[in-house]
């Protein structure tokens, strides 16, 4: 059990009920399960990134049927899996809300949830651009607020805070905007 | 001279005689000034990108008319775009000096207000809408980060926009208040009066030049022997 557990209370019982059905199904594939405040994160094993998603989506219990948000995070204190995933889900049927979180080593790819909630292109190709987090099976995970030639991912922690790196003004852009 | 016509118009004398010598095989259009326009001190013409020449007295006409109707372009960039848009409410009410009509087109503007930052993904869009502006157009450059990036000395950033367009008035502030950017439109105001523009003494457009370089081009120059040293456009890129 982890520390978590007692204050689950907290929790809505809708949500609740949700997570006991994924740790049934999931079990060891849910690493950590951590509550602040009523609000309830899930650490995940990337492998399970896309079953355990399919699951909270379509599974009568869990019904999170809108993906709030979807962002990277970058972690350089962890050597092993510096990069992280996290997803914010909501359930429009129950009112609950979930977060999950998957942690990532450098290159590691993670699969795609665009079959999902279509609505995670943009936020995985932000992710993408920002972090170099790669999501397999994108349909188009091209850069999204840089510019095309744009080089390096500005949102790690490693790279420069100050001076015009990267990327250039681009003037030759005659018939693409 | 017409005496029912209470205003100056092109088809009147003074330009009579320029448009009729332009109107015959090969002639080109020399307006008159100085001692062909009647001997009356005038400092020279006005110059246009193209090669045309205005004489000042019809352009300090058209100045007196153009600076009571400056049509800024509709765009903000950042949040200085909530002060321009307290400049155009009832408080501030720019349209007390004809400027509250804010054109949603860039052919329609005379002008355009740089409020706010402008990223590298922007700066071609901002470069595009300034080209479509039609001449004579003036350029203000609302707050720190138009004018010089501000804070953001980042990857994304432009470091002042007056690298990549010719700026008449720069408005400094954090945002400026609606009464800098006051301010700066009556500068811009004096300039049309005066028939001033930021590229009178550029006559070419920095980002153009910038493409080409890149493009391994000279820099086009609409009138070469008369063309003065183009001011250095500093790279978006040579910021230490």
């Given at each position: 059990m982890t520390p978590g557990e007692d204050t689950l209370q907290t929790l809505p019982a809708s949500l609740m009920t949700a997570v006991e059905a994924l740790g049934s199904t999931f079990g060891e594939r849910l690493v950590e399960r951590t509550e602040f405040r009523g609000e309830l994160t899930l650490s995940v094993d990337p492998a399970a990134w896309l079953d355990i998603l399919t699951f909270c989506r379509d599974d009568g219990s869990t019904a999170f049927d809108q993906l709030d948000s979807l962002l990277g995070d970058h972690l350089p204190e962890r050597a092993e899996a510096p990069f992280a995933v996290v997803a914010h889900l909501l359930s429009h049927t129950y009112g609950h809300r979930l977060r999950v979180k998957t942690a990532l080593a450098e290159g590691q790819a993670l699969p795609s949830v665009t079959g999902l909630w279509p609505s995670a292109g943009f936020d995985e190709r932000e992710a993408w651009e920002m972090f170099g987090v790669v999501f397999a099976g994108h349909p188009d995970l091209r850069r999204l607020l840089t510019t095309d030639d744009f080089e390096g991912f500005p949102l790690r922690k490693d790279f420069p805070l100050k001076g015009t790196v990267g990327g250039r003004v681009r003037t030759d852009l005659r018939g693409k905007i | 001279m017409n005496e029912e016509r209470p205003f100056l118009t092109v088809r009147d004398g003074l330009l009579q005689p320029a448009l009729e010598e332009a109107a015959q095989p090969g002639g080109r259009l020399c307006?008159?000034?100085?001692?062909?326009?009647?001997?009356?001190?005038?400092?020279?013409?006005?110059?246009?990108?193209?090669?045309?020449?205005?004489?000042?007295?019809?352009?300090?006409?058209?100045?007196?008319?153009?600076?009571?109707?400056?049509?800024?372009?509709?765009?903000?960039?950042?949040?200085?775009?909530?002060?321009?848009?307290?400049?155009?409410?009832?408080?501030?009410?720019?349209?007390?000096?004809?400027?509250?009509?804010?054109?949603?087109?860039?052919?329609?503007?005379?002008?355009?207000?740089?409020?706010?930052?402008?990223?590298?993904?922007?700066?071609?869009?901002?470069?595009?809408?300034?080209?479509?502006?039609?001449?004579?157009?003036?350029?203000?450059?609302?707050?720190?980060?138009?004018?010089?990036?501000?804070?953001?000395?980042?990857?994304?950033?432009?470091?002042?926009?007056?690298?990549?367009?010719?700026?008449?008035?720069?408005?400094?502030?954090?945002?400026?208040?609606?009464?800098?950017?006051?301010?700066?439109?009556?500068?811009?105001?004096?300039?049309?009066?005066?028939?001033?523009?930021?590229?009178?003494?550029?006559?070419?457009?920095?980002?153009?030049?910038?493409?080409?370089?890149?493009?391994?081009?000279?820099?086009?120059?609409?009138?070469?022997?008369?063309?003065?040293?183009?001011?250095?456009?500093?790279?978006?890129?040579?910021?230490?």
């Open positions: - | 307006l008159p000034y100085g001692e062909a326009a009647g001997g009356e001190p005038m400092g020279g013409p006005v110059h246009f990108p193209g090669g045309i020449a205005m004489p000042v007295q019809i352009e300090r006409v058209l100045g007196f008319g153009r600076s009571f109707s400056f049509w800024p372009l509709l765009f903000g960039l950042a949040c200085c775009a909530i002060e321009m848009m307290a400049m155009g409410g009832s408080r501030f009410d720019i349209s007390r000096f004809g400027m509250e009509a804010m054109r949603a087109s860039p052919r329609q503007a005379d002008g355009m207000i740089i409020a706010g930052w402008c990223s590298t993904k922007m700066a071609p869009r901002v470069v595009r809408l300034y080209e479509q502006i039609p001449d004579p157009k003036w350029v203000l450059a609302m707050g720190s980060c138009a004018i010089s990036g501000n804070i953001w000395d980042t990857y994304s950033i432009v470091q002042g926009i007056d690298s990549l367009i010719p700026v008449d008035v720069y408005v400094p502030g954090c945002p400026p208040r609606p009464e800098a950017l006051w301010q700066g439109l009556e500068m811009i105001r004096d300039r049309i009066k005066q028939s001033r523009h930021a590229y009178d003494g550029l006559r070419r457009i920095p980002a153009r030049d910038l493409l080409a370089a890149s493009a391994g081009e000279e820099p086009c120059a609409p009138d070469a022997s008369s063309a003065p040293t183009p001011i250095a456009a500093p790279a978006a890129g040579t910021t230490a």
